[in-house]
């Protein structure tokens, strides 16, 4: 089955700098890659995805990136704030089925300090 | 993207006794999943609820331990069965509806048994 490795377990940054995020996948079939926010006590949050037709996507500060070829995908939050403070997790879908089961990282605690 | 409703959004059990948590959505979806959350952990996958059908159990958690039951495409419940201390975590429904990859969770159900 699939396997997804994340990277950092924690981040700590300033407030306004970049941020950083790995994951890596196993299962080629994979093609759906989302990442979400989970801030503490609260569910977790789609904040951007990606599809492996395309090798990035932006959405204002957030950005991410795809490599096929090496199977894995990165998060980059520009000008952090001390709102992006929270738990970051990526994911990747199973079989490369738009409804198949998500496989999850393992988790990053990031940190923005003001 | 579709809303859940998931409820309790807490409890605390006794051992040896079960609890049922529902996730009801507000239109029809293709797909619904049940995560287990552990303290300070990732999401890890317990169940494909399947409509009208047996769901499909990941290695590690069993039928009998963690029921579930999805009659149509709308709702479906998850029982944790004779709770032991061990089975305290958060517990979240998950669904997708196949037509944008989308996956939305539920709020969540914070279960402590003692």
């Known amino acids: 089955g699939e396997n997804v490795e994340q990277h950092p377990s924690t981040l700590s940054v300033q407030e306004g700098d970049s941020a950083v995020i790995k994951c890596t996948y196993s299962d080629s079939a994979s093609n759906y890659f989302p990442w979400y926010k989970q801030e503490l006590g609260k569910r977790p949050q789609l904040i951007i995805d990606?599809?492996?037709?395309?090798g990035e996507k932006k959405d204002q500060r957030i950005a991410v990136t795809l490599n096929k070829t090496a199977k894995h995908f990165s998060l980059h939050i520009t000008e952090t704030q001390p709102e992006d403070s929270a738990v970051y997790f990526c994911?990747?879908?199973?079989?490369?089925?738009?409804?198949?089961?998500?496989?999850f990282g393992q988790g990053t605690i990031l940190t923005v300090h003001p | 993207s579709a809303v859940i409703s998931q409820k309790p959004s807490r409890d605390i059990c006794q051992r040896g006794t079960s609890l049922t948590i529902q996730c009801q959505v507000d239109s029809q979806v293709t797909m619904m999943f049940w995560y287990r959350q552990q303290p300070g952990q990732s999401l890890t996958l317990i169940a494909t609820?399947?409509?009208?059908?047996?769901?499909?159990?990941e290695s590690g958690f069993v039928i009998d331990k963690f029921p579930i039951s999805r009659p149509n495409l709308t709702f479906s419940t998850l029982t944790v069965s004779n709770m032991s201390p061990e089975d305290s975590s958060i517990y979240l429904c998950s669904v997708t509806d196949s037509s944008n990859y989308g996956y939305t969770f539920g709020s969540g159900t914070r279960l402590t048994v003692v």
């Open positions: 994911a990747a879908n199973a079989g490369g089925t738009s409804y198949g089961k998500l496989t």
């Open positions: 609820a399947n409509q009208g059908s047996e769901a499909t159990y």
């Open positions: 990606i599809r492996s037709n395309v």
